[in-house]
């Protein structure tokens, strides 16, 4: 099994043993580290499809920084390369709890603005009015608004974030052995094109994957939780 926390590079190590390249001749850090990302959000959606936590390091809920939306602007997408110049939200952003608007320049609190299933044109004024999450693009009132606003999101996020470098630290409960089997069987299947060894590298991730919830629900089961008597609270009246 693993620790909490270990380098980005340290999986891909292993990952190059299992390809049968200690030396990383062909599956260098720069050719695995895509395919480990791959892994990592595999990794985070299963444990959350188990209900079972991915880190003790650090939370699931975030607040983003201010996105700036320009006067007449409409909406804000998870890429740039998707629409040229339009405004991103973050990259972990599994799932939005609260949008918030401020008029930029103007400092303040954020307010949240309404959620909406269906969008409607409305005349443009001082606020975006409502928002709604459509094919991955957060929407606003059509005309846009008359100043530029900026907005806070408050929002849950991949358990596990992304890493950019071998040097990474990847904060995850029992992921060492499943990441580095699975970002084996991504790199012999997509580039290797072994897809015998790939399926092999599979199956031993698959069972990483069952041992990690497995440990840690039995884990949260030997918790020991203390409970007050029933008559407790009646004998502490006095009655």
């Known amino acids: 099994m693993s620790t909490t926390a270990v380098s980005a590079g340290q999986i891909m190590d292993r990952a190059a043993n299992l390809l049968n390249d200690p030396n990383k001749t062909d599956y260098k850090y720069t050719v695995m580290l895509p395919y480990l990302n791959m892994a990592i959000e595999e990794y985070s959606d299963m444990m959350a499809e188990a209900n079972t936590p991915v880190s003790n390091m650090t939370s699931t809920n975030r607040v983003s920084g201010p996105i700036q939306i320009p006067a007449g602007g409409t909406f804000i997408t998870i890429n740039e390369s998707v629409i040229p110049g339009a405004p991103k939200y973050p990259d972990d952003l599994i799932e939005i709890q609260e949008v918030g608007e401020r008029?930029?320049?103007i400092g303040g609190p954020f307010i949240a603005l309404p959620r909406r299933e269906f969008g409607q044109v409305s005349p443009a004024t001082n606020s975006l009015l409502y928002w709604i999450f459509e094919r991955?693009?957060?929407r606003f009132n059509p005309s846009g608004a008359t100043a530029p606003i900026e907005i806070e999101l408050k929002y849950s996020a991949q358990g596990v974030d992304y890493v950019a470098t071998p040097e990474e630290l990847i904060f995850?409960?029992?992921?060492?052995?499943?990441?580095?089997?699975?970002?084996?069987?991504?790199?012999?299947?997509?580039?290797?094109?072994?897809p015998s060894r790939a399926e092999v590298l599979e199956d031993q991730a698959n069972k990483a994957i069952?041992?990690?919830t497995a440990i840690s629900n039995k884990g949260r089961q030997q918790i020991v939780t203390r409970h007050r008597p029933f008559r407790a609270a009646y004998k502490s009246r006095g009655y």
Do not use: H, M
Not at 172 to 194: P, Q, V
């Open 172 to 194: 995850a409960i029992g992921a060492r052995t499943f990441l580095a089997y699975k970002t084996a069987a991504l790199c012999a299947l997509f580039i290797g094109e072994n």
């Open 103 to 105: 008029i930029q320049g």
């Open 136 to 138: 991955g693009v957060i």
């Open 210 to 212: 069952e041992r990690a």
